[in-house]
């Protein structure tokens, strides 16, 4: 009897249409927990380094997370992972919504794709019986209209179906897998799927799933029930109020964007409007909202109601969450929010990650403007700012024209493009599109998240710590109390001793010593979460969330039965981290590569910076470039990484 | 005649605040499974939320009896400009899907409101309050079934099996 997880993959040879249901080894949850730490594992064994984004080696995982399936709270995302055609490294994006459990339902934990389909398909698991059915009929259709479109076909109205559209189908690398009302858009899960030639994965399942040791597993249930009615009756005081309860943030929900408007930039990453919310627009904007957003909607198992379901003027309706309605109004600089809800359905049918598809319009609106990109480059295209990005959109991800070029995203589209280009590339990390923020004084905890995390994107990484300090000591000793969600007592001083200016504030404090402690938590909460399947809005990504390093080990062991302590925990999640970075260590990744842009701040500090990645690779175990020692790797069972970077001449031998 | 206590028990669902989170189904499934909650599966649950999403149609249905045949037609009723289909709010286990029925056995799923619980367990921890339980006494005139009413199940029972098997079925359990 396997608990919590089904116990089975599930592969899908593409090229020769054999499909297997594969038993899977018990000590692999036991090394790597599931979702994410087992699925590097796989790739760590299964694609060397050699294989890129398009080659028919590159697997496509879709996996289960530990948790997925359990009545644990919002356990709910599905993980991809494969080689990015983007940043060429292993990336992850994750997805709500509700196929991980209907998947664990139907027997799997993962579904993994190898080769590429000759012709358009989409895989239909029901249960035991497993099909590959013709797709080409639904070649062209929307990434929503195609989950409708199938569940008819197949009269099945409970069956949870992940999709790409016309992106994915033209392997545009900002290409997202879109699934419900949640998506995997980073880093072109969709254009891998789209380059294998599956148009979709339908799931129906109606097996059980197990707990080992159900009455300890519902007491902490219990508790963390309580919890979360506390939370949500309790906002956090002195943060903004996205911040402040716990969920995604509640953009579907609140209609002040007074912080996001004035903070983040426009355009392409570049102008911030700190006079911008007026009372006009804030009215505007209220009343755009309020008409748009028909319901407010959750994942599978989930308390809070992130999402929405959008009606948006004359546009189809959609489903959306988060920060998605601004993206393409502030790239174009539009301060209608009815432009937001319109062409975010589009982008959505279209089936493209909406936070760096548009910063990949405004680069090329500012290419053009610049006189670097010409009227042949934008021949049809209406001169409004609106339109200009409507066009711009259909361009890309149908790879026509100019479209083409940009369809690669602003790293590579720079330098194709050149005669200049390449400066207007203000805002990218690994080749990866950041979000567009730019601000005054380098901060030593945003400097190492930004530059050293695998996911390549601010917000699967940073969440639990204050994102400044707090101007009075009341209001610190107010965010202090109550606070168990910390690894250490220590910590609550750190937020006690943080001033916002003079000697004990950014970029000197936090000390590298204490920021490296302080983002190595944060990080490790994202790699539990990300290994059990738990949305980071209802954990990793807010303040004081239900779910934390106490309570995390005792979930896990009465879900599985493996007597887990949090010093186990650790282990296991500091494995599947290391195993994940020595994967992009073989991929290239290296010191020179952790960079965040070099406008992110206007003050910079290249001395304390060097230090404190300096500090921040010691405190992690790995070595001047980045790359975990064999001391780090052998203290984590990852001897035979160590070998293979020897090998490979990676790691240098004896030197550390 | 003689005046009873009854206990009436309701669930009301406010299909408006459902957020299609689907802890119902679970929490259901788990309750009802041997030992309570070693395992869960929603396509047990005796509670299910038929989803349209872009129609905005989130509803809770609980499972009610089992019937042998479906129904001659499929109605459609629109309410709000959303079109629901007869069966969105049907209770019954029935021939024409596969809603309310164990998946393995087939055999019909019927709610039994959690009988023995404070409330509901789908109700305990629907989080967004959709579901409110609601449990009040009634005095009821106590009806005893009448001799007519005996004969007319005998009498079907005789058409089905024949009098000379009814006769011997009586005969051997009123021997017990």
Known sequence: MRYAEAGYYLEVDLATGNIERVATDPKLMELHLGGLGTSIK???????????????????????????????????RSVVTFVSPQSGTLVYPMMGGFFAAELKYAGYDKVIF?????????????????????????????????????????????????????????????????????????????????????????????????????????????????????????????????????????????????WHTENFAWGNARTRRRDFWTDEIDASWTKSQLGAVKRLISCFNCPQHCGALVAPKDAPRYMAKCFGKLTYAMAAYVDDLDFGWKILQRATEYGVDSFSTPQILAFAVELYEAGILTDKDFAGCPSDKEGRFFWLLDRVVRREGIGDVLADGVYFAARKIGNGAEAFDHNTIKKHEQLPIKLGTMDPLYYLMLSTNEKISITQMEGQWPQSAFPTMEQRENFVRDWPQLPDEKF???????????????????????????????????????????????????????????????????????????????????????????????????????????????????????????????????????????????????????DDLEKRGILKNGQN | MAKIKKKIRTITVNADKCNGCRTCEIMCSAFHAVPPYSSNNPARSRIQIVTNRLEDIWLPVFAGEYTESECMGRNKYIMDGKEYSECDSCRASCPARDLFKEPDSGLPLKCDMCDGEDEPICVKWCLVDALIYEEREEEVDEEKPSVSEMEIGLESLMKKHGLQKLLDSVARLSEK
């Open chain 1, 492 to 642: 609550k001083q750190w937020v006690l001793d943080w001033e916002p200016r003079g000697e004990k504030s950014i970029p000197y404090y936090p000390t590298p010593d204490i920021a490296s402690e302080i983002v190595d938590w944060m990080e490790m909460m994202h790699n539990i979460d990300d290994a059990c399947g738990m949305c980071c809005g209802m954990s990793s990504f807010c303040f004081k969330p239900p779910y934390h390093i106490h309570n995390y080990p005792l979930l896990i062991s009465a879900a599985t039965g493996m007597d887990l302590d949090e010093a186990g925990l650790k282990k296991i999640v500091n494995r599947n981290r290391n195993l994940h970075r020595a994967y992009n260590n073989r991929k290239g990744i290296t010191r020179a590569d952790e960079k965040p842009p070099a406008d992110h701040w206007k003050k910079r500090f290249p001395e304390l910076e060097e230090e404190l990645l300096s500090t921040y690779y010691k405190f992690k175990g790995w070595n001047h470039d980045g790359i975990p020692t064999r001391e780090k790797l052998e203290e984590l069972d990852l001897g035979y990484v160590a």
């Open chain 1, 114 to 258: 190898r080769n590429k389909s000759p012709d358009w398909i989409y895989l239909y698991i029901n249960n035991d019986k497993v099909e590959i059915r013709d797709a080409s009929h639904l070649q062209g259709k929307g990434a929503l209209e195609t989950q409708d479109l199938i569940r008819k076909e197949l009269n099945q109205p409970k069956a949870q179906v992940a999709a790409i559209g016309l992106a994915g189908e033209n392997r545009v690398f900002t290409a997202s897998i879109e699934q419900s009302r949640s998506s995997a858009s980073r880093l072109g899960g969709g254009a891998v799927m789209g380059d294998k030639k599956i148009k979709a994965i339908a799931v129906r399942g109606t097996k059980d799933v197990y707990l080992a040791r159900p009455e300890e597993f519902m007491e902490v249930m219990k508790g963390v029930t309580e919890y979360i009615h506390f939370r949500n009756n309790n906002p956090i005081q002195d943060v903004m109020t996205i911040m402040s309860g716990i969920g995604s943030p509640q953009e579907m929900k609140h209609t002040d964007e007074k």
């Open chain 1, 42 to 76: 796989l790739h760590w064994d299964r694609v060397p380094p050699e294989v890129k984004a398009f080659d028919p080696e590159n697997l496509l995982v879709f996996s289960t997370g530990l948790l997925n399936g359990t009545p644990v709270f919002s356990a709910n």
